[in-house]
């Protein structure tokens, strides 16, 4: 890959995952990159619709195309909308937040979720949010099922720091901690999450699998305030999860990269 074209998507996943505009020096900073030559790439993307600059001071943030294309990719793999009416059937049967995350690339990532307006649950991250996999149940569902060596290599690419502040009180702050709670989880057979990637938020999640291999492709998560979604609430509903997620991995509009599959999509 160029220097170029990898500074140029090392640009947008900076100002896709930050949540104001940012001056040239610290893009550059960020990526590592001369302010001359990070000048350039930010006006070649501009120009192609992917990025704009804040009319006083110039900072740069990101247009909604790239956000656009992603969800028109999305659709057009047919996940969302077969998935969606189970998602939100669970959601009206649990009053909890449900979540679908897909696994891509040692990456899970929530690609739809379902809610039920009158709870009131504030804690409702946007599609397209990669899953912090040591600290939530929906990492747990998924890394369960590998070695702990697996499970450590996977984790490690998300910058892992054991940075208590940065997720909840329970969140494990060493890998021993980590391998615990991961071996806590392969003996349980399900993802749970008490108040450790977010204070007063626990969640409950099992695997979704691609039928004819067995692989694991994503998650169905529940979660809810720690106050009534209880762990002993969450367990409540555990047969319920994997009712929909055995229902979910059925579904075979899941994309090659997701399957490793030979056709484009499955029909």
Request: proline content about 6%.
């Amino acid at each position: 890959m160029s220097g170029s074209l990898q500074r140029g998507m090392a640009i947008l996943e900076l100002l896709a995952t930050t949540p104001h505009p940012l001056p040239l020096r610290d893009i550059a900073q960020s990526v590592n990159g001369p302010p001359t030559t990070v000048h350039r790439i930010l006006g070649i993307l501009a120009e192609a619709g992917f990025i704009n600059q804040v009319k006083d001071n110039g900072d740069y943030y990101l247009s909604l195309k790239l956000a656009s294309l992603g969800l028109i990719g999305l659709a057009n793999t047919g996940i969302n909308g077969v998935a969606q009416p189970i998602l939100d059937r669970l959601a009206t049967e649990t009053g909890e937040l449900v979540r679908l995350g897909i696994i891509e690339d040692d990456k899970m990532v929530f690609i739809a979720k379902a809610a039920v307006p009158r709870y009131g649950l504030r804690y409702d991250p946007d599609a397209g949010q990669e899953a912090p996999l040591y600290c939530t149940a929906s990492g747990q569902a998924w890394l369960l099922n590998l070695s702990d060596e697996e499970a450590l290599r996977i984790i490690s690419r998300q910058d892992l720091t054991f940075q208590q502040q940065q997720h909840g009180p329970n969140a494990p702050m060493t890998i021993q901690q980590f391998l615990k709670g991961l071996q806590a989880a392969r003996k349980r057979g399900y993802g749970l999450n008490l108040n450790a990637s977010m204070a007063g938020l626990n969640a409950i999640a099992v695997a979704i699998t691609q039928p004819t291999t067995g692989k694991i492709i994503g998650s169905l998560s529940l979660a809810g305030p720690s106050s009534r979604f209880t762990e002993e609430r969450a367990k409540e509903f555990l047969p319920e999860l994997k009712k929909n997620a055995e229902e979910l991995s059925s579904i075979t509009l899941y994309p090659t990269a997701l399957l490793g599959e030979s056709s484009p999509y499955h029909t």
